[in-house]
Nanobody, 115 residues
Framework: QVQLVESGGGLVQAGGTLRLSCAAS????????MGWYRQALGKQRELVAV???????VYADSVKGRFTISRDNAKNTVYLQMNSLKPEDTGVYYC?????????WGKGTLVTVSS
């Protein structure tokens, strides 16, 4: 089993910044990818950014140039630096990890951007 714990969400004004963290623990021997998804109220969960091991990072078009995903492999932690936040970035942000082909999710952290 793999556990993912997110932190760093909160309330911020439009134009502000937040940094999310997600620490993975448990049976981690080979992480294929780590990333972030988000879900706004009444909408489907969507990809924000994903960082495959040994591959190219992928960002949603809506966050390109504003968000940056990074990983600390020694700590099994993935970060999401969010700059120039907009009200439409509001939602629950979920950490995602693919480990040996199995997909795991964190419980989510709420990000609220006020206008």
């Amino acid at each position: 089993q793999v556990q993912l714990v997110e932190s760093g969400g909160g309330l911020v004004q439009a134009g502000g910044t937040l940094r999310l963290s997600c620490a993975a623990s448990g049976s981690i021997f080979s992480i294929n990818a780590m990333g972030w998804y988000r879900q706004a109220l009444g909408k489907q969960r969507e990809l924000v950014a994903v960082n495959p091991s040994g591959g190219s990072t992928v960002y949603a078009d809506s966050v390109k140039g504003r968000f940056t995903i990074s990983r600390d492999n020694a700590k099994n932690t993935v970060y999401l630096q969010m700059n120039s936040l907009k009200p439409e970035d509001t939602g629950v942000y979920y950490c995602n990890a693919v480990v040996r082909g199995m997909t795991y999710w964190g419980k989510g952290t709420l990000v609220t951007v006020s206008s």
